[in-house]
Structures are given as C-alpha cells and as structure tokens.
C-alpha cells in the first residue's frame, strides 16, 4: 500500500486498536518505504533544518521516493541550505500530487505524521523499530530509602520545562528538544546563546536542563505558539551534559562529578544557568541534618523539593534509580478519560476530571476535583470534548489501594496541577 494511504487510514480512526493493527499489517507486508519514512519524521536525531514547508494545492505529475530521498540526505547533512532549499523544496511541492505531498512527504519535512501514532507504536508492532529519543528521568526516593545512602550531589528540584540541547559542531547547528524529542523552537536567545558558544566545544555536546519564567502557565502556552513566543525571561537551567555521541548510544559512564566539571568548563549566556549543587554524606549524622537543612531550604526558596544523585552516577536515557526524587507529596501524570458537571454553585462548570494511567506499574483511577479555580472550572467545561485524553498532571499526598479491588489504586486528596503535552496523549 502507498504510504500516505496508511497514513490516511491512520489518521481516519482514533481507536488505538485499530492503529496497533494498521502497524502490525504492513509490518508483516514488509512496507521499507512506509517504515523509512516514519522513521525519519520520528526519529528525534535527524532534523533537516526546515522551518517551512508549503503545502500542496493542486495535483502534479508526482515524484518518486528516491527524488525525496535524495533531497532529505542533502537537507541532513546539511549540503541544501537557504533559499536553494526553498525552491528545491517549493519544486517538490509543486510536482507532487497533493495527496502524495501533503500526506506523506511534507510530514516527513515537518517531522509529524499527524496520524496519533508515536515511537512506541511503531517498535512495539513492528520489526523495523524506529531509535528513541529518551533523556535521564528520576524515581520517587519514598520507594527506594535503601538507596539514600554515602556520597551523594544534592539540587534543587526545578519546576519547569525540560529542556534538552543538541549543539552538533560538525553541523554547525544547535537544536532544543523536549524530553520525548519534540523539537522546540520558541526559545530564540537560548538557541542564539549556545549557537554563540559552539566554537568553544571540541567535539558535538549534548546539555540536559529545565526551563524556567516567572510564571510556569505562561511558559506552557508561549512553548504551544506558532509564531511570535514571548520568551525573553525564559531561563534554561542546566544540570548535565555530555558528548552527544554518549546520549545517542543510551548512557554516559564518566561520573557526574566529571559531567559538572565539564558544564563549569564553559562560558554561558545571560539566559543559561548551572544548577548549584551541594555535596553531602548521607550516611553520617552531620550529612542527615544537612540534608534535611538544605531540603527546607529549597522548599522555602520555593522549590518543589531536592534531586540526590549518587557522586559516581552515570547518565542513563531512561527513568532511573540513578537519580531520585525528593518531595514532601507525589505528582502523577493521568490520561483524562471523562469529565464530570458540578453541582451547586459549580453547576454548569466542570465539577472533577476522570483520570487514569499507570504509575510505578500500579493502575490508578481517580476523580479531580480540588486546585481547579472558578475560572478553570468555567473554561475546562466549555472545552470539555477536548479535554478527553489529554495528560493532566495530579498532586497528591499518597498512592492509596483501592477498597474494592485489588488491581485498581487511588490517590489521597488528589488536586489537579495542570496540563502537560503539544498532543492528546503525549506528555511534554
């Protein structure tokens, strides 16, 4: 089957049963064309420098892929540049028939298949799997106390957006992803900031940190627009790097006393910070009381609570124990499934969000209805069709087992937090 006609039949059902099946069909009918092209618009590594792509308003007299091919190589490794990648590109377009251009080759360019479909479809039923852009994620420390022991870093938890920065020397190019690898183009003097900086790396770096404004809803919603973002307080705050071919392999062996050396080895811009650290010995009394010192410390200042990274830890690109997570509460990211009317003064406004979603392999289930403001609750219900699958993140005090079952669990005076995600489904 032609690829943009799976992407069509894709795009046309919602139901991820269906998608599963669509994925597993032409897996098993060994589409390489189809699973090339998903592969480089999902494939967070390769970026082809393009910022627009025109989309298709007549019929052409078509292209083939190896055209496209062709193209997309010299738009990776950056040999069609500027306005001969302009025409080169408008020239496609407009030899294409629209449904060919506009379905398939111009998602490619724009790296969004638009068909609710990620990486983990695509590798969980297929066999041609496509490489994942993960960064280092942390583990509540409340489920793992036995690893709060010896030498430890200790940071503030920031409450922001992560950020993570490809600066590739060999292209001459610096990007700003997501944590799921979703490129970010709204942070113009960070890019403009390590674009500035790149002559002083040896070799291609990778930089792992959170950005940050004076209101975190407002960041939210600049990072959402299509143009004209305002984000000039914006400041990315940096806890990590490493050469960038150790994060596209998975890990970084050299210990994170070295990674800091190297992140005080550069000269940042105004709108980049490193994150402060201390170094404490969790294993000794003095180190106890300094920790529980600095913990307050960083909850005062206004801080959500503290990271503790191990002084040999490496870096791994997946949720790890390697770095834990300490707060005075839990926060979870659900899957809104339903909403529900408010009664009494609520009524006509959204009443609780139906949540659900899996967290520390326990299947939680639950109403939100408290940290929702008169506003909110106005808002949310004249949108509430569209609230359905969206993530919500949720603060609470505790995971609590459900009293009903035994494979269903709760949470103890849960409040709603806000919404994370550019998409129904995906978190930011």
Known sequence: MQPWKVIQELESDNSRLKKEAIIKRESDADNIRFFNGIGAALDGFRTFGVQKVPVAKKDGTGITQTEFDDVLRQLEDRTLTGNAMKDVIQDLCDRSNMEQWNDWYRRILIKDLRCGMTHKTVNKFSTMKVPVFECMLATDSAKHEKKMVGEMLIEPKLDGVRVIVICDVDKDEVKLFSRNG????????????????????????????????DDFQTLMREIHRKGGAKTKDAKLNLFDCMPLYNFMDGSCVDPITERKKWLDGYKFGPNINVVESVRINLSDADGQKQFADYNKMCIDRGFEGIMVKPVGGIYECKRSTGWLKVKPFIEVSLKVTDVEEGTGRNAGKLGALVVEGTDMDKFIKTNVGSGLTDTDRETFWEAKDKL???????????ITQNQETTDEWSLRFPRFLRFRGFEPGEKL
Do not use: H, T, W, Y
């Not at 979703?182 to 950005?211: A, H, T, W, Y």
């Not at 359905?388 to 505790?398: K, S």
């Open 388 to 398: 359905i699958g969206q993530i919500v993140e949720v603060r609470a005090d505790a």
């Open 182 to 213: 979703k490129e970010l183009s709204n942070f113009p003097e960070i890019n403009q900031q390590f674009d500035e900086m790149l002559d002083q790396m040896s070799e291609s770096m990778v930089f792992d940190g959170e950005v940050m404004s």
